[in-house]
């Protein structure tokens, strides 16, 4: 099919407003299988959505919707200079087949490459070199919390077999607001925190609660994929917003859409370029949501791993006027295959993200909850945070010289000062997509910023976890990584 071909040629995507499909959803539906069936090439380039959906006659939000759910799902990506396009690597046997119902092509979808990345399971070779979002899960302290679990199945389970609290075991929920009062200055009491199935979790139950279907949210860009895949399995309108050295920019948000329903942030370390925001912005962001009633989603998800600086406290604990749900996770802190996180909400939010709860999971295991209690009530969650921040903090300053010292004429790189990932930025014309690539094949897990990005950045940038890989390692990676990337 020739470039430009549904802008030109659309009658087979014409659309039918008297089916119980929603439009976005046909549109999805009718470009998926035009991807599939080899109608849509590779790398063919498709109409902006404002044109599409002037020449379906449709409303921009339902050719945004449908552009964002193939974005996520790995069958179009959005290129510096060339908008959206048909994704190149779509796995050669996902062409051949037929295009069904929706519900049945789900389980054959490919995932978005960030997210396929995060939920495989990864062999322990050089792949995992660089590897981003895991800790150090070779330092966990397994016996300890072999022990916890077996007391707690032991002596504890017999009395918490029945149906417990949905928003969670309450002396975890106690001793949870009185670290986060103290290390994060969140402003709570237990009764104010929810247990979920990590930050995911919150984020799930909070978007599902406070947003119906359609509705416009900001979200950060580049951001966090798991962020804007909940938001966009909700139904949500999204809004990519530029991030800068200050962090989300608010006034750029209030141009592109004041009446936002909600936003999803992380100001303490914006991922993915680790910027944190500015105070100025912080109450630019609460005094807009004051006014346009929004929520803010506040992701605060690694910043226990502050190595220097002036911790800022949480945008949580600035807000006078309950616009924000503080979200946090024990994935990076003790291990990802935990599943428990938690959100911190205003008490007038409490009772309606409890009654959308009960009909999801009811609540998270009583199991981990009580042993994860016990974790930071005797002080290991304490002693095995302080370890990890010695480690971290090495393996940070490898990484940063290491890349200073072999690739600082193509890397521009700024070491953080807090979380477990570090940015290498690209010169303005080079493709990170392809870097990742080339690093792929020498056997490196390193990801492209454009991974995480819906509108187009002035420049790409390549991230590297450093949490999970050790100092030997990365110095052998970085050299693997110099020589790959002569080629590009
Ligand atoms: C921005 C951000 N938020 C949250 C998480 C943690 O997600 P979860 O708690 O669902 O494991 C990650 C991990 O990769 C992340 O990068």
């Excluded at 020449?55 to 945004?64: F, H, K, P, Q």
């Excluded at 519900?103 to 997210?115: D, F, I, T, Y």
Aim: proline share 6%; net charge neutral.
């Amino acid at each position: 099919m020739p470039k430009h071909a549904i802008a030109t040629n659309h009658a087979h995507l014409r659309l039918d407003a008297s089916l119980t499909i929603p439009l976005y959803k046909q549109l999805y539906e009718r470009l998926r299988g035009a991807i599939l069936a080899g109608q849509l090439e590779r790398g063919a380039r498709l109409p902006s959505t404002r044109l599409l959906a002037s020449e379906l006659g449709v409303s921009r939000s339902t050719t945004a919707l449908a552009y964002e759910m193939l974005l996520l799902e790995g069958f179009l990506e959005s290129r510096v200079g060339q908008g959206t396009v048909v994704a190149r690597d779509l796995p050669a046997f996902l062409l051949t087949e037929q295009s069904t119902s929706w519900q049945a092509e789900q389980s054959n979808a490919p995932k978005p490459r960030s997210a396929r990345r995060r939920h495989e399971d990864q062999p322990s070779d050089a792949k995992t070199i660089f590897r981003g979002g895991e800790p150090a899960l070779d330092l966990f302290p397994y016996d300890t919390w072999a022990r916890l679990i077996a007391r707690h199945a032991r002596h504890s389970l017999p009395a918490h077999a029945r149906y417990q609290a949905v928003a969670g075991y309450f002396p975890l929920r106690e001793a949870i607001a009185a670290q986060i009062g103290i290390t994060r200055g969140v402003r709570c009491t237990p009764d104010q925190i929810i247990m979920t199935a990590g930050s995911q979790g919150a984020l799930d139950l909070a978007i599902r609660t406070l947003l119906k279907p359609g509705e416009p949210a900001w979200i950060e860009n580049p951001g966090y994929f798991g962020a804007r895949g909940a938001l966009a399995a909700a139904g949500a309108r999204l809004v990519p917003v530029p991030v800068d050295e200050q962090g989300l920019d608010v006034a750029r948000g209030q141009m592109l859409c004041p009446t936002a329903r909600l936003v999803s942030t992380t100001p303490s370390h914006q991922f993915p370029t680790g910027v944190t925001m500015s105070l100025h912005r912080r109450l630019a962001l609460l005094e807009w949501a004051s006014q346009a009633e929004a929520w803010i989603l506040e992701d605060d998800y690694d910043s226990e791993y502050r190595f220097s600086g002036r911790p800022l406290e949480a945008l949580q604990g600035l807000d006078r006027d309950g616009r924000v749900i503080y979200i946090g996770t024990f994935s990076k802190t003790l291990f990802p295959a935990l599943r428990l996180g938690y959100l911190v909400a205003p008490i007038a939010l409490i009772e309606p993200l409890l009654a959308t709860r009960t009909y999801i999971d009811v609540h998270v295991p009583i199991l981990e909850q009580l042993a994860l209690n016990e974790f930071l009530r005797e002080g290991h969650f304490a002693r095995h945070l302080r370890r990890m921040l010695r480690h971290y903090q090495q393996r940070r300053d490898a990484l940063a010289s290491e890349l200073r010292a072999h690739m600082s004429e193509l890397l521009d790189v700024h070491a953080p000062e807090v979380g477990m990932h570090l940015v290498g930025w690209l010169p303005a014309d080079k493709d990170d997509r392809r870097a990742a690539e080339l690093a792929a094949q020498a056997g490196l897990s390193v990801t492209p910023i454009s991974d995480y990005s819906l509108a187009p950045l002035p420049r790409g940038g390549l991230l590297f976890g450093y949490a999970s890989t050790s100092e030997e390692d990365i110095r052998i990676g970085v050299r693997r990584l110099a020589a790959a990337l002569e080629r590009l």
